[in-house]
């Protein structure tokens, strides 16, 4: 069963500034990972962020697109099965993570 994907419409940004292809290669990896979101450890795909460069994203996400140069950072809604698309950008991750953390500060 496939996890609904949302995006901030931060993260709908970030998609827009990326070219066609490097956008299918981002949604393709995204749909993948949609599938099974949960954490590695619960069998699924997700590779788990805790405090990254002065930032607490625990209970948080990366999917890495090492071709691009490019990391996804997402959260999951148990509740409604859905994957929430945080950021996407760089894969530096000092500027990828303050960013995620600043978008999920937003939020609350």
Do not use: C, H
């Not at 981002?26 to 997700?46: C, D, M, T, W």
């Not at 697109?65 to 530096?92: C, E, F, T």
């Amino acid at each position: 069963m496939n996890w609904i994907i949302e995006y901030k419409t931060e993260a709908e940004n970030d998609l827009k500034d990326f070219d066609r292809s490097q956008q299918i290669q981002i949604l393709k990896a995204i749909r993948k990972v949609s599938v099974n979101p949960l954490p590695q450890s619960e069998g699924g795909f997700g590779k788990p962020l805790g405090n990254k460069g002065n930032t607490n994203l625990t209970g948080y996400f990366k999917i890495k697109l090492l071709s691009l140069g490019l990391r996804v950072v997402y959260g999951l809604v148990r509740q409604r099965n859905a994957m929430k698309i945080i950021v996407i950008s760089i894969r530096d991750d000092e500027i990828v993570y303050k960013m995620a953390a600043d978008r999920i500060s937003e939020e609350n």
